[in-house]
């Protein structure tokens, strides 16, 4: 069982940035991939960014590419995601998940979820 706390998202201003953290406990985080998907209201959930067990091999959704960087601490037990050139669009509840998810973009392939951070960019 793993445990994840997601932290750091807020109020910031379109074209800001926000750096989003995902803390796991229980059993290490380094055994699991991770992903980071968010929900806008009204609206479906939705991959945002992927990261294998090392850190070595990522993907992003097309309207993050460019402006967003996931990466792990395995050291630290810890998932983050960098998030620059903010847009309104951008506005929802991140969440954190892991597992090890036969399709990597699919919410419901990864096992462990966190409870949400929200994150609101005003234009």
């Known amino acids: 069982q793993v445990q994840l706390v997601e932290s750091g998202g807020g109020l910031v201003q379109d074209g800001g940035s926000l750096r989003l953290s995902c803390a796991g406990s229980?059993?290490?985080?380094?055994?699991?991939?991770a992903g980071w998907f968010r929900q806008a209201p009204g609206k479906d959930r939705e991959f945002v960014a992927y990261?294998?067990?090392?850190?070595?091999?990522?993907s992003y959704a097309d309207s993050v590419k460019d402006r967003f960087t996931i990466s792990r601490d395995n050291a630290k037990n810890t998932v983050y995601l960098q998030m620059n050139s903010l847009k309104p669009e951008d506005t929802a509840v991140y969440y954190c998940?892991?597992?090890?998810?036969?399709?990597?973009?699919?919410?419901?392939?990864?096992?462990?979820w966190g409870q949400g951070t929200q994150v609101t960019v005003s234009s």
């Open positions: 998940a892991a597992g090890v998810p036969g399709n990597l973009r699919v919410g419901s392939d990864y096992r462990y």
């Open positions: 229980g059993r290490t985080l380094s055994n699991y991939r």
């Open positions: 990261i294998n067990w090392s850190g070595g091999s990522t």
